[in-house]
């Protein structure tokens, strides 16, 4: 089937086409731990060994005919024009809670010096140390009172993480408002490139989410369940206002879908996203974190009159849902650390349950999770299994780390 748009995404398992990453940058370095809280992290991975694990899971997709395009050269090929490039660093600086217009003017000097589009992206994505601008002088009082503080700009170390700050539905995006202001900051990337880079401005991509919203939603919680429905989590991370905005321009924008499926999860950083604890893997099979099936509760959005959303909230078990939404006979739930309490909770926490799916029944994994790994290829699935000890230190597994642009349909 010839797609001509460069968005095109159906399906969380339709054979993967064009997938975004971004291979993890200096941005790393500059996690201490001090500040590892502030910059949503609970260690520190070891850059050089994260970056041959990042290549691996590269290779693994390009050797199964997926083409890769990374973030950062997508972001660097947007800024065609020198006031595009200014634009963007002026627009990056008024985002980086800087104290101060004389640091601010220092920084945009810095930034405007690197000539290559490349090695500029890749510095803001990286943050500004304060021991690589000159001293300031005479400082006012806000520099004083952050004069311990050794960043002028955050790094953005989350960056490898590439499914949440947009998430492709359709042939849509929707370009998120973040939880974090550490993170807020990555969408602007999304900004960039789909406004200005030669390959998505002249395909009038629909936005369903806008970055300058006042709620937040990351697309950790954005699934594309089928060409009618979509399912979005409840979570640390998205707020359900923020559903009931993405549901209505969905259906306002025509893209297809007739339902979305709202899961209510716990609110903590453990299942800091839906797709943390449940991603789908094949036609009626799921894998899930069974400590979220006590308490989930799923609501069914559809399109009301005049434009109203009608919620009612849906009945029966998770299984019976699922299998009614995407209308198969039969619902499987393959469950992290294989049901057993202790493995479950260990493999969860290093992503068991997040996989990403490059056609159906086809997914990678990290090597790690061996219990929820058994339990996948007993239920058939085949699995790409990749190293991760260092990756999964940032909290996120193979689905986080992946952006599908093009997937092919699904049979009718």
């Not at 000097?109 to 510095?123: G, M, R, T, V, Y």
């Not at 979220?292 to 909230?313: C, F, Q, R, W």
Request: aromatic share 8%.
């Amino acid at each position: 089937m010839e797609m001509t748009h460069p968005i095109h995404v159906f399906s969380e398992i339709g054979k993967l086409k064009t997938v975004m990453l971004h291979r993890p940058g200096k941005e790393l370095e500059n996690l201490v731990p001090d500040y590892l809280e502030r910059l949503l992290f609970d260690d520190i991975p070891y850059l050089e060994q994260a970056q041959i694990e990042h290549d691996n899971f590269a290779q693994v997709l390009r050797d199964n005919d997926v083409e890769v395009v990374y973030l950062e050269d997508l972001a660097a090929e947007s800024l065609t024009s020198q006031e595009l490039r200014e634009q963007f660093v002026d627009e990056y600086l008024n985002e980086a809670s800087i104290k101060g217009s004389r640091r601010k003017e220092q920084l945009r000097q810095l930034l405007l010096s690197i000539k290559d589009n490349k090695e500029l992206i890749e510095k803001t994505m990286a943050g500004v140390q304060k021991a690589e601008l000159p001293e300031l002088g005479a400082k006012n009082l806000s520099d004083m009172v952050d004069s311990d503080y050794p960043f002028a700009i955050d790094p953005m170390p989350n960056l490898y993480f590439t499914r949440d700050p947009f998430a492709t539905m359709g042939n849509g995006v929707s370009l998120n408002h973040m939880y974090s202001v550490t993170r807020n900051r990555e969408t602007l990337y999304g900004k960039y490139i789909f406004m200005y880079h030669p390959r998505f401005k002249d395909a009038d991509v629909p936005m369903t989410y806008d970055r300058s919203e006042t709620t937040r939603i990351e697309g950790g919680d954005e699934l594309v369940l089928s060409k009618d429905v979509m399912a979005v989590g409840i979570s640390q991370r998205t707020d359900a206002a923020s559903i009931e905005k993405l549901a209505k321009n969905i259906f306002a924008k025509k893209l297809g879908f007739k339902k979305v499926l709202a899961f209510s999860i716990a609110n903590n950083r453990k299942f800091m996203h839906l797709d943390t604890v449940f991603t789908m893997v094949d036609y009626d099979k799921f894998s899930i974190h069974p400590e979220i099936e006590g308490d989930l509760t799923v609501y069914s959005i559809t399109e009301g009159d005049n434009g109203k959303l009608t919620i009612t909230a849906e009945k029966g078990a998770l299984e019976e849902i699922l299998a009614n939404n995407l209308n198969v006979e039969k619902v499987t739930l393959i469950r992290c650390g294989g049901g057993n309490i202790t493995a479950a909770a260990r493999e969860q926490w290093n992503d068991g349950s997040n996989t990403l799916a490059i056609a159906p029944g086809e997914v990678v994994v990290y090597d790690r999770n061996t219990v929820t790994n058994k339990k996948l290829e007993e239920a058939g699935i085949k699995l790409h299994v990749i190293p991760g000890s260092e990756l999964v230190r940032g909290r996120g597994g193979p689905r986080c780390m992946s952006m599908p642009l093009v997937r092919e349909d699904l049979p009718k």
